[in-house]
């Protein structure tokens, strides 16, 4: 299989590398635009247009949050939609998890010998992938606690609850309960929610047993930080370097 078979238009033909944003479509120009490298010989092509259309499906399902929580702030989704972001979430680490492989391939190990110091963010959240999305714990246990497990299940789930983590310049509440009632009573308990939604991320937590602590995941903040280090491998491997 050659590279030279496939029909790969540059869709940013003219435009400065550095310049092309999404990531996604920064990688596609960068494939097209050294095409004759030696690691896209044979069915290189095929593995790294793969990882490029996780890098596509991260941006995907990071957009589709973005969208689901300006819209529970703003009225058009009713509360209950939340759980929409818990899929989306679900769907993405299992995208996570593809990149993971991919980097550790024997593939990619031709370039990259050190990928867990190249992905240090999608290395830190497989826990999520492995003991939850993937396939629970609890459902294939691979020696986990009734407390591991327990956290595990509920790690991508309603049964979390909601752990927000407040934006940038987020208005603080109050830390008196009872100013904090009077608060929820003055807008009343559905815009408050509303509000929730306008002003924090939604965080999602498990354990990790061989860290022997607990794993946060907030898309919105980390998401750039995936995707860097994501584009980053790609670039090594098609560049050879």
């Known amino acids: ?59 995907y399902h990071h957009d589709n949050v973005i969208k689901i929580t300006s819209a529970l702030a703003s009225g058009d989704l009713p509360l209950a939609s939340a759980v929409n972001i818990d899929h989306e979430v679900v769907a993405y680490i299992n995208r996570v998890g593809q990149f993971f492989f991919f ?74 309960s009872v100013e904090l009632a009077q608060l929820v009573r003055e807008v009343g308990v559905e815009q408050f929610r509303r509000d929730q939604w306008k002003h924090n991320y939604k965080k999602f937590q498990t354990f990790d047993s061989k860290l022997g602590s607990s794993v946060n995941f907030t898309m919105e903040v980390e998401h750039p930080k995936i995707m860097r280090e994501a584009y980053c491998v790609v670039e090594r491997i098609i560049l050879n370097e």
């Open 1 to 59: 299989m050659s590279i030279d078979n496939w029909n790969l238009p540059d869709a940013n033909a003219g435009k400065e590398l550095e310049t092309i944003d999404p990531l996604p479509a920064r990688a596609r120009s960068l494939l097209v635009r050294n095409r004759t490298k030696p690691m896209l010989k044979a069915y290189g092509v095929v593995a790294v247009l793969g990882a490029i259309e996780m890098l596509e499906g991260l941006d």
């Open 103 to 176: 980097a550790k391939s024997d593939f990619a190990k031709k370039v990259i010998c050190d990928f867990p110091a190249c992905i240090p963010t999608i290395a830190r959240l497989m826990v999520f992938r492995n003991k939850h999305t993937a396939h629970r714990s609890m459902d294939d246990p691979r020696g986990e606690s009734e407390d591991e497990k327990v956290a595990h299940a509920r790690a991508v789930s309603s049964m979390m609850g909601f752990i927000l983590t407040p934006k940038p310049n987020a208005p603080k509440l109050p830390t008196d």
